[in-house]
């Protein structure tokens, strides 16, 4: 359902306004402006270092570029894109461009109803669709690459496409009749209110909700037989939802149950029945129940289903007489049928190769059939099709790609410090020999229940061809085995997502993938905390560590409640300036309080200059700070520092930060993240240079 299908990490941030003055005649003005002044210093500094770094990566970074865009136009052109079927119109977005189709058409004509440009927005892309019941109306949202905030452009549909309206700064937005949109506004990275807004006789907008308690953010979703549209306010470990009759638009929302602390719940309904998905009751994991609409309250939750212990809810979709859960047990995918006629469930494994899925829009209700798509980090998207009057899986056929035999999967069980048993997933090339001898790359996340993204990337599949090997460590923090898999992970438990980390590292050193000086680590955002803290408590088990946006400086964020996220990520962090035991545990793991005179790995981070969710100054400090104290440790062991590689006896790593002055946090563009993309594998690369991937390596110009 959109509700869960729509969660995305929310990371703290400082929002800078660009070109505001402060008051001269404030006492902290002297202060502020000595802060920003440093901030510029220090940035200028990195833009200088890397201006002179790298054109040592241009010939190589060249080269990947060419094999990832030779694979992205082999794999590009027979993924399809999402179709959304309304009666017999077929709506799709392709380039940019918004195409209306028959169902029955064979010939596969449709027509172009508009494009991005035609709307004046060039260098934004399509982030929503919803198109209204009667389709006279479609709403969509666009969003540019260097903004966290999209723009809603509403426009009636016939011959002549007309926009109705625009709204800037919205989130979220659903109708809930022929021609009553609501939507959410987002500010400062927070959505608190809820606005509606008419476009037929007497048009007018008004106030419908507001979120008063900052650790909630709301968004909305329409039940999928449009019989109600819920207000959902959730923080990260409770939720409330308001229900809009979509026969009574203009009414009030009624409350289904008042928030309680720990209880989590998504609401659909069928039949004058809500079902309700929920942490309610004991154990706190995902199961699905029901009551009556006019008695919603939980003291009227009757149990459904409750998924078995460990075992992750993906996505949920209601149909008419069937409801469909995407489940995740022991690394395995499996797709859950619940018959709400005969009262039986059916459960399907998928595929061992897939470790992420797609569920594809079904906004019709009575359709027989679920569309979704399987992929790997090393395997393209594949449509399947579940049919529920023939009770079987069918894979479709699209256009002939080459198809992935040479590559193996391996799933793993980790022992941590405490344990646990953590599930590592490996991937490797079948015919690779002495895998203790291949470059190994590490991801690692583990924050906000939120799962590693396994979906299919070019560059993973690149680097299984060169004989690389790569891991997935779904250490604590993350969601892979549950919400306890999370609450193991986060707060007070933090230290045990590192523990696995070097668990995970460890055993797959022993069972002979790879070895340390061959072993790279990457992560992004929230995955910096855990990556970070590996580099200082075992920088000996890895050579080099790439991140991207990362998280490092979780102690001085978290005591800046000025800070538009500072006080809902307490539900993740905790709270250092309420609980000295919290702000202590804080600094025994942060990566930047923890930075001391060793011989660290390489670094390479890549950070946004205008990232909303990532304070830039925190990275500069941090990357400051381990310069210094790699430089510091390499000044204690070698009478004379040599910048190199790798000097006998003496290792100064290379810690490189690349500042882009476009993009931002999350939804980057193609051709912006291959740049990203070749400049970290080049970096890699040259780091374990002595398992250099051959084919790039191959031209002796690859140092020039």
């Known amino acids: 359902m959109t509700a ?41 500094s990195e833009q200088k270092n890397w201006d002179s770094i790298s054109p040592t990566y241009k010939a190589m970074t060249k080269r990947i570029k060419e094999k990832l865009e030779e694979l992205h136009n082999m794999y590009t052109l027979n993924s399809g894109s999402p179709r959304m079927r309304l009666g017999e119109n077929v709506y799709f977005e392709e380039n940019g461009c918004i195409f209306l189709a028959k169902a029955d058409d064979d010939e596969g004509s449709a027509e172009i109803l508009f494009s991005v440009e035609d709307l004046g927005f060039s260098d934004a892309f399509i982030q929503r669709i919803r198109i209204s019941p009667d389709q006279r109306y479609m709403a969509i949202s666009l969003k540019s690459k260097n903004s966290e905030e999209a723009t809603c452009i509403i426009m009636k549909l016939g011959n002549l496409v007309v926009v109705e309206k625009v709204i800037p700064s919205v989130f979220s937005f659903e109708w809930a009749a022929n021609d009553v949109l609501y939507y959410t506004t987002q500010k400062n990275l927070k959505c608190q209110n809820v ?19 900052a650790r909630f953010f709301v968004d909305l979703y329409c039940t999928k037989d449009r019989r109600f549209l819920t207000i959902n306010s959730n923080s990260k470990t409770s939720s409330e939802v308001w229900l809009v009759d979509c026969r009574h638009p203009f009414e009030p929302p009624a409350l289904v149950q008042a928030r309680t602390t720990g209880v989590i719940y998504h609401i659909e309904h ?11 009751g004991e154990p706190a994991e995902y199961k699905l129940m029901k009551a009556p609409v006019a008695s919603s309250g939980k003291e009227n939750w009757q149990l459904v289903y409750a998924l078995e212990k460990k075992t992750k809810l993906v996505d949920f979709e209601m149909f008419s007489d069937n409801c469909v859960m995407f489940l995740k047990n022991a690394g395995h995918l499996y797709l859950n049928v619940i018959s709400f006629v005969s009262h039986s469930v059916q459960s399907i494994k998928l595929p061992t190769w897939a470790c992420e899925f797609e569920l594809e829009s079904h906004p019709e209700l009575t359709t027989s059939t679920c569309y979704f798509q399987l992929s790997s980090p090393v395997h393209p998207p594949k449509r399947f099709a579940y049919s529920f009057k023939e009770n079987n899986l069918i894979e479709q056929a699209v256009q ?32 690779s020999k002495e895998l203790h001898r291949r470059p190994l790359l590490v991801h690692v996340y583990g924050a906000y229940g939120i799962d590693l993204n396994m979906s299919f990337k070019e560059e993973k599949l690149m680097l299984i061809k060169e004989g690389w090997i790569l891991a997935y460590c779904h250490v604590r923090g993350g969601g892979e085995q549950g919400l306890g ?18 668990a995970c590292i460890r055993l797959l ?87 001391k005179p060793q011989c660290y790995p390489s670094v390479f981070i890549t950070a946004y200059e205008n990232d909303e969710r990532i ?17 510091d440790h390499a000044s204690r062991t070698s009478k004379k520092v040599i910048t190199s590689f790798i000097v006998p006896g003496n290792w100064i790593p290379n810690i490189i930060l690349d500042v882009h002055a476009n993009g931002s946090h ?30 790039i390596t191959a031209n002796p110009a690859n140092n020039s």
Request: charge should be positive.
């Open 4 to 44: 869960m299908r729509e969660t995305f990490e929310i990371s703290r941030n400082h929002v800078q306004q660009e070109g505001t003055k402060v008051p001269s005649k404030r006492k902290q003005n002297t202060a502020i402006v000595t802060s920003d002044l440093l901030h510029k210093n220090l940035l200028k």
């Open 270 to 280: 069928r039949k004058d029945q809500l079902y309700i998905l929920t942490t309610y």
């Open 195 to 213: 606005f509606m807004t008419t476009f037929t006789y007497q048009k007018h907008t008004k106030l419908v909700y507001t979120e008063q308690d």
């Open 666 to 695: 999350c939804d980057s563009s193609w051709e912006h993240s291959l740049n990203e993309v070749a400049r970290h594998l080049a970096f890699l690369n040259r780091e374990l240079e002595e398992c250099a991937i051959p084919n």
């Open 615 to 631: 304070p830039l100054t925190g990275i500069l400090q941090y990357v400051q700070k381990l310069r210094k104290a790699a430089l």
């Open 400 to 431: 002939e790609v080459p198809i992935i035999t040479n590559c193996h999967t391996t799933r793993l069980l980790a022992k941590s410090k405490d344990e646990t048993l953590v599930p590592i997933t490996v991937f490797h090339n079948k015919n």
């Open 509 to 595: 050193h022993q069972l002979g993938f790879s070895q340390p000086k061959h072993t790279a680590l990457t992560a992004a955002s929230a995955g910096g905390v855990l990556a970070g803290a590996l580099s200082n408590t075992d920088p000996a088990l890895i050579r080099a560590v790439v991140l991207q946006a990362p998280f490092v400086d979780v102690l001085n964020t978290m005591m800046k409640t000025h800070l538009p996220l500072t006080i809902e990520e307490q539900e993740e962090w905790g709270n250092p300036l309420e609980d000295e035991k919290c702000m202590k545990y804080i600094k025994s793991y942060c990566p930047y309080q923890n930075i």
């Open 485 to 502: 898999w999370h609450r193991d992970g986060c707060q007070h438990n933090k230290l045990k997502g590192l523990h696995d980390l070097r």
